[in-house]
């Protein structure tokens, strides 16, 4: 389930996204997409706990030379942290 929020960026889209896990966290997520057709769609994977706008600089430069790029937030980090804080849950056997 993605709930899209569309801005331009000059000749670039810019869409926000959220992507709804099976557990019904929401992940926050940036698509740019390129004017023209793309040669290929680029994933970017974040270091733990740094917010996907710090590759934003990378991912504006990735689509100017015509790729999609798309960056998220990892669980439990800025804006995919759900309501009432912690979204990391985990169990040590």
């Given at each position: 389930?993605?709930?899209f929020a569309k801005q331009s960026f000059g000749k670039m889209k810019h869409e926000?996204?959220?992507?709804?896990?099976e557990?019904?966290?929401?992940?926050s997520a940036i698509i740019l997409i390129p004017s023209g057709q793309p040669k290929a769609v680029?994933?970017?994977n974040s270091a733990t706990?740094?917010?996907k706008e710090y590759y934003l600089p990378f991912a504006n430069y990735l689509v100017e030379n015509g790729f999609v790029?798309?960056?998220f937030d990892y669980r439990g980090?800025?804006?995919s942290t759900p309501e009432g804080g912690?979204?990391?849950?985990s169990t040590i056997m």
């Open positions: 389930m993605f709930h926000k996204l959220k992507i709804k896990c557990d019904d966290v929401e992940l680029v994933q970017i706990a740094v917010p790029a798309c960056v980090v800025c804006e912690c979204g990391v849950v």
